[in-house]
């Protein structure tokens, strides 16, 4: 495309195996009530189509 697009990088991969490590974990742990959280940051990755090139996210 042109101008490159300014995109989010929600790392889905990333996400993905992260939740089904917590759901095994959950599971493993039967009824017991397990609190579980990870954060996983997006990245912002800026492309000339905001205009701008001298950005830092």
């Given at each position: 495309?042109s101008?490159?697009?300014?995109?989010?990088?929600?790392?889905?991969?990333?996400?993905?195996?992260?939740?089904?490590r917590?759901?095994?974990?959950?599971?493993?742990?039967?009824?017991?009530?397990v609190?579980?959280?990870k954060?996983?940051?997006?990245?912002?990755?800026?492309?000339?189509?905001?205009?701008?090139?001298?950005?830092?996210?």
């Amino acid at each position: 495309m042109s101008p490159p697009l300014t995109s989010v990088d929600l790392k889905v991969f990333e996400t993905a195996r992260e939740t089904v490590r917590l759901l095994f974990k959950t599971i493993e742990a039967g009824a017991e009530k397990v609190q579980m959280s990870k954060i996983i940051e997006p990245k912002l990755i800026i492309r000339s189509s905001c205009g701008e090139k001298n950005i830092i996210a």
